[in-house]
C-alpha cells in the first residue's frame, strides 16, 4: 500500500516562496509506475489540480499558476516537489499530492480528483497581503 505524506507548508507573506514535498512510502511503489499531482482546496471551494507529471516528466500547470510554480520529483528518493514562487494570497488552501497508476497528462485527466487512486493528509499554506 503507498502512503504520501506531505510537508513544507506554512504563513508567507505575498510575494514569497515555499516548497513542498510529498515523500511516498510504500514496499512496491515507484514513480516509474505512477503519474503524480499536486491538487489544493481553498475553503468553501472545490479541490482544484494545480500541476500533474507523468512518470516521463511531461507536465501541466493550471494557468493561475504558471510561471510561478514548477513541480519535480527525485525518483530516487520517492519524493515530489512543489517549488512555489512569487506567492499570492488567492494561493491560499490545503495543499494535496496524489498518485494515480496511468498517465494522467497524456491523457488530459490530471485535473480530475477520481482519478487519483492515493492521497496524503494535506499540507496548509496561507499567504497574507
Known amino acids: 500500500q503507498v502512503q504520501l505524506v506531505e510537508s513544507g507548508g506554512g504563513s508567507v507573506q505575498a510575494g514569497g516562496s515555499l516548497r513542498l514535498s510529498c515523500a511516498a512510502f510504500?514496499?512496491?511503489?515507484?514513480?516509474?509506475?505512477?503519474?503524480m499531482a499536486w491538487f489544493r482546496q481553498a475553503p468553501g471551494k472545490e479541490r482544484e489540480g494545480v500541476v500533474g507529471?507523468?512518470?516521463?516528466?511531461?507536465?501541466a500547470y493550471a494557468d493561475p499558476v504558471k510561471g510561478r510554480f514548477t513541480i519535480s520529483q527525485d525518483k530516487a528518493k520517492n519524493t515530489l516537489y512543489l517549488e512555489m514562487n512569487s506567492l499570492k494570497p488567492e494561493d491560499t488552501a490545503m495543499y494535496y499530492c496524489?498518485?494515480?497508476?496511468?498517465?494522467?497528462?497524456?491523457?488530459?485527466?490530471?485535473?480530475?480528483?477520481?482519478?487519483?487512486?492515493?492521497w496524503g493528509q494535506g499540507t496548509q499554506v496561507t499567504v497574507s497581503s
Open positions: 496524489a498518485a494515480a497508476p496511468s498517465p494522467v497528462v497524456a491523457r488530459s485527466t490530471w485535473t480530475l480528483p477520481t482519478v487519483y487512486t492515493t
Open positions: 510504500g514496499a512496491t511503489y515507484s514513480m516509474d509506475w505512477f503519474s
Open positions: 507529471i507523468d512518470s516521463d516528466g511531461r507536465t
